[in-house]
């Protein structure tokens, strides 16, 4: 069973955890991270969620991401999830997210990384991921027209590929 620490609105870490689908009180907070992964070509790895997997079963979704485990940094969840999930190690221990999304739980960090490599080193996590693939904005702005993408707003789409040379809501 997976453990979560919990936080309070200013993400300062309380000294309560909880097991992943238990209730949280409505002033206590988990942290979740995203990552992207791009090609120096500008296209995203994205992968297809399994068909047997609970909420968004058989959905393309951005390339990955999950809840971090009681114990975890930011940056450790985000490493952790990357190898669970597709077989990538990479370190984050010197990089901080490029933002952060509240959402009514909690506290979703988005890593913004470009990074090439061959998918055929990829290692599918069986019990989470059924494919990947290298896909640009375009593609995947029309795989959520098409219902076959997780129902991100088309404009943080377009934020992560625009956003993700730098750090920051400007254009340098």
Known sequence: ?????????????????????????????????????????????????????????NLWDITCGGSAVAGDTSQQAASRELFEELGIHYNFEKIRPQFTINFERGFDDFYLIEYDFDLNELKLQTEEVQAAKWASKKEILKLIEQKNFIPYYESIITFLFEGRHHYGSIRL
């Open 1 to 57: 069973m997976e453990k979560w620490d919990l936080y309070d609105k200013h993400r300062n870490k309380i000294e309560k955890q909880i097991t992943r689908g238990d209730e949280m009180t409505s002033d206590e907070f988990h942290l979740v991270v995203h990552i992207c992964l791009f090609n120096s070509k500008g296209e995203m790895l994205i992968q297809q969620r399994q068909s047997f997997k609970q909420g968004w079963s």
